[in-house]
Protein backbone atom coordinates (compact mmCIF):
# COMPACT_ATOMS: atom_id res chain seq x y z
CA UNK A 1 0.00 0.00 0.00
CA UNK A 2 1.36 3.25 -0.83
CA UNK A 3 1.87 6.07 2.01
CA UNK A 4 -0.53 8.55 0.41
CA UNK A 5 -3.51 5.93 0.29
CA UNK A 6 -2.88 5.28 4.29
CA UNK A 7 -4.93 8.64 5.15
CA UNK A 8 -7.74 7.84 3.34
CA UNK A 9 -8.52 4.37 4.58
CA UNK A 10 -8.04 5.89 8.10
CA UNK A 11 -10.70 8.68 7.33
CA UNK A 12 -12.94 5.85 5.43
CA UNK A 13 -12.64 3.94 8.74
CA UNK A 14 -13.97 6.74 11.01
CA UNK A 15 -16.84 7.48 8.44
CA UNK A 16 -17.93 4.24 8.70
CA UNK A 17 -17.58 4.01 12.33
CA UNK A 18 -20.91 3.80 14.43
CA UNK A 19 -22.14 7.40 16.17
CA UNK A 20 -20.30 7.96 19.45
CA UNK A 21 -22.62 8.16 22.13
CA UNK A 22 -22.92 11.60 24.27
CA UNK A 23 -25.08 13.00 27.23
CA UNK A 24 -27.08 15.76 26.77
CA UNK A 25 -28.97 18.20 29.37
CA UNK A 26 -31.57 20.24 28.35
CA UNK A 27 -31.98 24.02 30.33
CA UNK A 28 -35.01 22.81 32.63
CA UNK A 29 -32.70 19.57 33.76
CA UNK A 30 -33.40 17.37 32.49
CA UNK A 31 -30.49 14.14 31.00
CA UNK A 32 -30.20 11.73 28.20
CA UNK A 33 -27.38 9.80 29.11
CA UNK A 34 -25.59 7.67 26.54
CA UNK A 35 -27.87 9.10 23.83
CA UNK A 36 -26.44 8.75 20.32
CA UNK A 37 -27.60 11.06 17.52
CA UNK A 38 -29.83 9.69 15.09
CA UNK A 39 -30.43 12.08 12.99
CA UNK A 40 -30.45 15.93 12.81
CA UNK A 41 -33.33 18.62 11.82
CA UNK A 42 -33.65 22.27 11.67
CA UNK A 43 -35.52 22.62 14.38
CA UNK A 44 -33.90 19.48 16.55
CA UNK A 45 -31.82 16.50 17.19
CA UNK A 46 -33.50 13.02 17.44
CA UNK A 47 -31.33 10.92 19.84
CA UNK A 48 -31.44 7.01 20.93
CA UNK A 49 -31.02 5.77 24.66
CA UNK A 50 -31.82 2.28 26.35
CA UNK A 51 -35.40 4.48 27.09
CA UNK A 52 -35.88 4.83 23.62
CA UNK A 53 -35.80 7.75 20.79
CA UNK A 54 -36.25 10.81 22.11
CA UNK A 55 -37.23 14.38 20.19
CA UNK A 56 -34.90 17.47 21.75
CA UNK A 57 -35.80 20.64 20.29
CA UNK A 58 -33.05 23.39 20.00
CA UNK A 59 -34.58 25.83 22.14
CA UNK A 60 -34.32 23.21 25.44
CA UNK A 61 -31.00 22.78 24.53
CA UNK A 62 -27.99 24.57 25.95
CA UNK A 63 -26.05 27.48 22.98
CA UNK A 64 -23.15 25.16 22.88
CA UNK A 65 -25.50 22.58 21.57
CA UNK A 66 -26.72 24.46 18.91
CA UNK A 67 -23.46 25.87 17.81
CA UNK A 68 -22.46 22.02 17.56
CA UNK A 69 -25.44 21.55 15.41
CA UNK A 70 -25.50 24.54 13.61
CA UNK A 71 -29.14 25.48 14.69
CA UNK A 72 -30.38 28.07 12.71
CA UNK A 73 -33.63 29.53 14.07
CA UNK A 74 -35.06 30.84 10.59
CA UNK A 75 -34.52 27.30 9.06
CA UNK A 76 -36.00 26.16 12.54
CA UNK A 77 -39.10 28.59 11.75
CA UNK A 78 -39.38 27.64 8.28
CA UNK A 79 -39.28 24.28 8.81
CA UNK A 80 -42.05 24.89 11.48
CA UNK A 81 -44.34 25.92 9.28
CA UNK A 82 -44.06 24.06 7.16
CA UNK A 83 -44.88 20.95 9.88
CA UNK A 84 -47.85 23.28 10.99
CA UNK A 85 -48.79 23.45 6.79
CA UNK A 86 -48.64 19.97 6.47
CA UNK A 87 -50.53 19.08 9.63
CA UNK A 88 -53.32 21.28 8.98
CA UNK A 89 -53.30 19.88 5.00
CA UNK A 90 -53.75 16.40 6.37
CA UNK A 91 -56.25 17.62 9.00
CA UNK A 92 -58.55 19.08 5.54
CA UNK A 93 -57.91 15.60 4.08
CA UNK A 94 -59.00 13.74 7.19
CA UNK A 95 -61.96 15.92 7.35
CA UNK A 96 -63.06 15.63 3.54
CA UNK A 97 -62.67 11.81 3.78
CA UNK A 98 -64.85 11.76 6.77
CA UNK A 99 -67.48 13.95 4.97
CA UNK A 100 -67.42 11.88 2.17
CA UNK A 101 -67.75 8.64 4.52
CA UNK A 102 -70.74 10.67 6.09
CA UNK A 103 -72.59 10.80 2.88
CA UNK A 104 -71.90 7.64 1.47
CA UNK A 105 -73.10 6.24 4.69
CA UNK A 106 -76.07 8.31 4.46
CA UNK A 107 -76.98 7.60 1.15
CA UNK A 108 -76.86 4.06 1.41
CA UNK A 109 -79.09 4.38 4.19
CA UNK A 110 -81.41 6.46 2.21
CA UNK A 111 -81.56 3.64 -0.91
CA UNK A 112 -81.87 0.88 2.09
CA UNK A 113 -85.24 2.38 3.38
CA UNK A 114 -86.19 3.24 -0.12
CA UNK A 115 -86.11 -0.48 -1.10
CA UNK A 116 -87.77 -1.20 2.11
CA UNK A 117 -90.44 1.17 1.48
CA UNK A 118 -91.06 -0.14 -2.25
CA UNK A 119 -90.79 -3.71 -1.20
CA UNK A 120 -93.56 -3.26 1.81
CA UNK A 121 -95.41 -1.27 -1.43
CA UNK A 122 -95.16 -4.39 -3.40
CA UNK A 123 -96.29 -6.88 -0.97
CA UNK A 124 -99.02 -4.64 -0.23
CA UNK A 125 -99.87 -4.10 -3.95
CA UNK A 126 -99.86 -7.78 -4.47
CA UNK A 127 -102.40 -8.31 -1.00
CA UNK A 128 -105.14 -5.96 -2.68
CA UNK A 129 -104.59 -8.38 -5.78
CA UNK A 130 -104.63 -11.62 -3.98
CA UNK A 131 -108.39 -9.75 -2.01
CA UNK A 132 -109.39 -8.72 -5.24
CA UNK A 133 -109.50 -11.92 -6.58
CA UNK A 134 -111.07 -13.68 -3.88
CA UNK A 135 -113.78 -11.39 -3.86
CA UNK A 136 -114.69 -11.57 -7.36
CA UNK A 137 -114.57 -15.49 -7.32
CA UNK A 138 -117.00 -15.23 -4.27
CA UNK A 139 -119.38 -12.22 -5.92
CA UNK A 140 -118.79 -14.60 -9.70
CA UNK A 141 -120.14 -18.37 -7.45
CA UNK A 142 -122.95 -15.95 -5.77
CA UNK A 143 -124.36 -14.52 -8.86
CA UNK A 144 -123.78 -17.92 -11.12
CA UNK A 145 -126.31 -19.14 -8.34
CA UNK A 146 -128.33 -16.44 -9.01
CA UNK A 147 -128.69 -17.10 -12.55
CA UNK A 148 -128.99 -20.84 -12.18
CA UNK A 149 -132.30 -20.00 -9.75
CA UNK A 150 -133.69 -17.51 -12.48
CA UNK A 151 -133.53 -20.15 -15.09
CA UNK A 152 -135.13 -22.52 -13.47
CA UNK A 153 -137.70 -20.54 -13.10
CA UNK A 154 -137.80 -19.17 -16.41
CA UNK A 155 -138.05 -22.41 -17.81
CA UNK A 156 -139.79 -24.87 -14.39
CA UNK A 157 -137.03 -26.96 -14.08
CA UNK A 158 -137.37 -26.50 -10.22
CA UNK A 159 -137.08 -29.91 -8.26
CA UNK A 160 -140.61 -31.88 -8.61
CA UNK A 161 -142.66 -31.07 -5.45
CA UNK A 162 -140.41 -28.19 -4.12
CA UNK A 163 -143.03 -25.02 -3.22
CA UNK A 164 -142.65 -22.27 -5.13
CA UNK A 165 -141.64 -20.23 -2.48
CA UNK A 166 -137.84 -22.14 -2.74
CA UNK A 167 -138.33 -20.79 -6.33
CA UNK A 168 -135.53 -18.04 -6.45
CA UNK A 169 -133.53 -19.39 -3.37
CA UNK A 170 -129.66 -19.87 -4.02
CA UNK A 171 -127.75 -19.75 -0.37
CA UNK A 172 -127.18 -17.67 2.21
CA UNK A 173 -124.07 -16.00 0.75
CA UNK A 174 -126.50 -14.05 -1.66
CA UNK A 175 -127.40 -11.77 1.18
CA UNK A 176 -124.22 -10.81 1.33
CA UNK A 177 -123.63 -9.54 -1.93
CA UNK A 178 -123.84 -5.88 -1.54
CA UNK A 179 -121.63 -6.14 1.46
CA UNK A 180 -118.99 -8.22 -0.86
CA UNK A 181 -119.58 -5.54 -4.06
CA UNK A 182 -118.70 -2.37 -1.50
CA UNK A 183 -115.96 -4.97 -0.27
CA UNK A 184 -114.71 -5.16 -3.55
CA UNK A 185 -114.58 -1.04 -4.65
CA UNK A 186 -112.91 -0.29 -1.66
CA UNK A 187 -110.10 -2.65 -2.33
CA UNK A 188 -109.64 -1.26 -5.97
CA UNK A 189 -109.39 1.67 -4.66
CA UNK A 190 -106.57 0.92 -1.92
CA UNK A 191 -104.57 -1.43 -5.05
CA UNK A 192 -104.94 2.32 -7.14
CA UNK A 193 -103.22 4.22 -4.15
CA UNK A 194 -101.40 1.49 -3.50
CA UNK A 195 -100.05 1.45 -7.08
CA UNK A 196 -99.64 5.35 -7.98
CA UNK A 197 -97.74 5.62 -4.07
CA UNK A 198 -95.30 2.46 -5.83
CA UNK A 199 -94.70 4.25 -8.51
CA UNK A 200 -93.70 7.19 -7.55
CA UNK A 201 -91.05 5.58 -4.67
CA UNK A 202 -89.51 4.13 -7.79
CA UNK A 203 -89.07 7.13 -9.93
CA UNK A 204 -87.97 8.99 -6.54
CA UNK A 205 -83.86 9.56 -6.94
CA UNK A 206 -81.64 8.81 -3.78
CA UNK A 207 -79.95 12.23 -2.59
CA UNK A 208 -76.42 12.23 -0.84
CA UNK A 209 -77.08 13.70 2.86
CA UNK A 210 -80.97 13.56 3.11
Known amino acids: MKYWQIPLVILAALSASPALADDFKTNSGKEYKNATVAQVEADGIVVKTK ?25 AAAAQAAAVQQTQEINRQAGELDKQQKER ?23 LVQQEEDLLAEIGRIKNAQEN ?38 VRDEKQRVREELERAQRQPVEAGR
Open 105 to 127: QQQQGAQAARQQNVQALVNAYQG
Open 149 to 186: ARRKWYTGSWGQGEPQSRQYQTDSAEANLPLLEGRLQN
Open 51 to 75: AGISKLYFTELPEDVQKRYHYDTEK
